[in-house]
């Protein structure tokens, strides 16, 4: 039985709010970073606690503006997980550094245990991936940064909303260097393309914002309002990162609104949870007890030696039922471009391949309706239940 339409992986919910906000801007005549980026950086500053906060083009630009500010160069290594998006990794490599994968625990996050064992002395930091919104065992990863002597740069491109330890990712309270989250169209709070860095050190603060547009000691808003401000230097070579008010002008309204969305996705979660629990051809996604997972996926496990189809004609099967279902994410090491490196044994993560073809990431956003996620939940157990009586047809045992 097919959905009356189309139920996409992910929709971005923009109300009213944010298309007047955002033709306010295109009327002011300012569209580039101006006040409303300003603004946005406040409200985002004050919403996780993080003590500095920069507006990016996108959490690719936050994570190599940390990387290049925190001095990482050729000759270093940056730790981080095989299962993440190639962004993660692609940072690292154009800084001239080398990455190194460590491997992943049962829930899809980086392993600690594994992080230790690949630090060597050329290790400078580590980037942890929170992965669905579930937060890593930061605890454990500070440790060793503090007992090593390396900077810690979150990756919390599905961490818009996550608590960990009561507290925002980022707030005041953690030890992180940076924290550099996602906006992208699909994310949970989105300005359609753009980012976030934030970091409770002032001076990687100032260095990042130069960095982010052309290493420029004036920004284009600051010289437009201060009258007669022409003149400007260039302090080192930077990059062109930063974000436009078109787009903070969505964010501004996105962010408060994130509360509710986060409230939305933790129900519809739990409602797949309860829905699919008891089915043992399936193993549901896990939640936290160190803090808040923000719910930015629902990867669902499965348990392939008890079906006779694969994870792709699983899918294939939801979209026949006007399902939309993807893979988050296929490991490093399967690409082509890392292959040579992320192959050699002091890189091998064994856990990350292993999890890997099990992984199906269901719809998940706001804008779902209840109906929509028990019509889902419904047809994984079809499919499921189809792939059990194929099974019990072809050994005799069933009529």
């Known amino acids: 039985m097919k959905y009356p339409e189309y139920i996409p992986l992910s929709r971005p919910q923009i109300d009213e709010d944010e298309i007047n906000e955002v033709v306010e801007t295109m009327r002011s005549g300012w569209l580039t970073t101006g006040e409303k980026t300003m603004r946005f950086e406040r409200d985002f500053r004050a919403y996780t606690g993080a003590r500095h906060a920069l507006g990016v083009n996108s959490c690719t630009a936050g994570l190599h503006l940390a990387l290049v500010a925190l001095g990482i160069e050729e000759g270093d290594e940056v730790i981080t997980s095989p299962l993440t998006f190639c962004a993660t990794v692609n940072c690292i490599i154009h800084t001239g550094a080398t990455p190194v994968l460590a491997d992943i625990l049962p829930n899809g996050n980086i392993d600690p245990a594994s992080i230790e064992r690949r630090i060597t002395a050329r290790t400078r930091a580590i980037i942890p991936v929170h992965i669905a919104g579930l937060p890593c065992d930061m605890d454990a990863i500070w440790a060793l940064a503090h007992e090593y002597g390396l900077k810690v740069i979150e990756d919390a491109a599905h961490a818009a909303g996550t608590h960990y330890h009561g507290s925002h990712i980022g707030s005041l309270q953690s030890p992180s260097d940076a924290v550099a989250y996602s906006f992208y169209a699909t994310k949970n709070l989105t ?175 706001p804008a779902m309706y209840e109906e929509q996620v028990c019509f889902i939940a419904s047809a994984v157990k079809e499919i499921v239940y189809e792939s059990k009586k194929s099974t019990l047809v072809a050994t005799g045992t069933g009529d």
Request: net charge neutral; with cysteine; proline share 6%.
């Open 191 to 365: 300005t359609g393309e753009g980012g976030m860095v934030t970091t409770n050190d002032r001076d990687l603060a100032a260095h990042m914002r130069v960095l982010a547009l052309h290493g420029i000691s004036r920004d284009a808003w600051k010289r437009y309002t201060q009258s007669g401000n022409w003149y400007y230097e260039v302090l080192e070579p930077g990059f062109k990162y930063n974000l436009s008010d078109l787009q903070s002008a969505i964010g501004i309204h996105q962010l408060r609104k994130l509360e509710q969305f986060t409230e939305l996705r933790s129900y519809y979660a739990a409602l797949y949870t309860r829905l699919l629990e008891d089915v043992v051809e399936l193993q549901t996604p896990p939640d936290t007890s160190d803090g808040r997972n923000a719910w930015h996926l629902y990867m669902l496990r499965l348990n392939v030696d008890r079906l006779t189809i694969d994870r792709a004609e699983f899918i294939e099967k939801l979209k026949d039922r006007n399902i939309g279902a993807s893979v988050h994410f296929i490991p490093i090491p399967l690409h082509p471009f890392f292959a040579p490196w992320a192959n050699r044994a002091e890189n091998r993560c064994p856990q990350a391949l292993q999890l890997y073809p099990r992984l199906v990431s269901l719809p998940l956003f």
